[in-house]
Antibody, heavy 125, light 107 residues
């Protein structure tokens, strides 16, 4: 069974940093691209970033470009989201998701087929 | 960026009703569209990919259709457990974008 477990959320002051982790199991992790998606309270889902299997493609949403960095360690089956210069508007539940529906391995032209339960990030003074 | 417009944003229907949610893309995305269900306090769950392919394990009362810029998700007979917010997502090009969501409540 594919499982994704996020950790690292918490309360941080504006301008601060936080690193989220997502531990994966139940599939060949290095084959699949991974994504982070967030949902702020009272708002809808918003894609944050993706990373392909060998880490050479890492697109970002404009709202986080230059502040957030997605990375992965295939030896640990883990994907990360380093968040710097955090703002109030980054407050949200952050989900990691496995890309590759229908046997695919990418996010683009495929989609997100399994999601973690989410970790909450609160940016507040 | 490709914008997705979902309608309605809120829907109230009775058990057994046929329910349809639409998603309109600001430019053509072929069939690169997915539908997700998010129940309160839970993670999103994939229902439909490639516009009309039912994800394994999803009840057959859910169906998707469309291509290009107009898409729809239909629940043929609404059940109490279908209380949720539904989102469309395009995966044609980055940035991957979601529709604003449709909250479905049971009358």
């Amino acid at each position: 069974e594919v499982q994704l477990l996020e950790s690292g959320g918490g309360l941080v002051q504006p301008g601060g940093s936080l690193r989220l982790s997502c531990a994966a199991s139940g599939f060949t992790f290095s084959n699949n691209a991974m994504s982070w998606v967030r949902r702020a309270a009272g708002k809808g889902l918003a894609w944050v970033a993706s990373i392909n299997g060998n880490s050479d493609t890492t697109p970002y949403a404009d709202s986080v470009k230059g502040r957030f960095t997605i990375s992965r360690d295939n030896s640990k089956n883990t994907v990360y989201l380093q968040m710097n210069s955090l703002r109030d508007e980054d407050t949200a539940v952050y989900y990691c998701a496995k890309c590759g529906v229908g046997g695919g391995t990418s996010c683009q032209h495929s989609g997100l087929d399994v999601w973690g339960q989410g970790t909450t990030v609160t940016v507040s003074s | 960026d490709i914008q997705l417009t979902q309608s309605p944003s809120f829907l109230s229907a009775s058990v057994g009703d046929r329910v349809t949610i639409t998603c309109r893309a600001s430019q053509g995305i072929s069939s690169y569209l997915l539908w997700y269900q998010q129940k309160p306090g839970k993670a999103p769950k994939l229902l439909i990919y490639a516009a009309s392919t039912l994800q394994s394990g999803v009840p057959s009362r859910f169906s998707g259709s469309g291509s290009g810029t107009e898409f729809s998700l239909t629940i043929s007979s609404l059940q109490p457990e279908d209380l949720a917010t539904y989102y469309c997502q395009q995966v044609n090009s980055y940035p991957l974008t979601f529709g604003g969501g449709t909250k479905v409540v049971i009358k």
